[in-house]
């Protein structure tokens, strides 16, 4: 899995990509998929057809606390 982030578009033109999407209360739009290069491929081509800026785009390996997390079905600072 990969997570990847960018300030969300707005509007319900969206694209669809596969994969569990959560919008941070920064404004940013997380998405865990996984199959990021795909994933990637199709946000920036769907941009670039729109003309818009992914601004503060950003790819990401899953750090060991993340998978932990996701496999316990826990969250960070619990115990």
Sequence with gaps: MAARSARSPDGPNAPDLAGRAIVTGD?????????????????TGWALERGI???????????????????TGGEAGQE
């Design 27 to 43: 404004g940013l739009l997380e998405l865990i998929v996984s199959d990021a290069t795909r994933a990637l491929h199709d946000l």
């Design 53 to 71: 800026e992914l601004e503060g785009l950003h790819v990401a390996q899953p750090t060991l606390e993340d998978v932990y997390l996701e496999l």
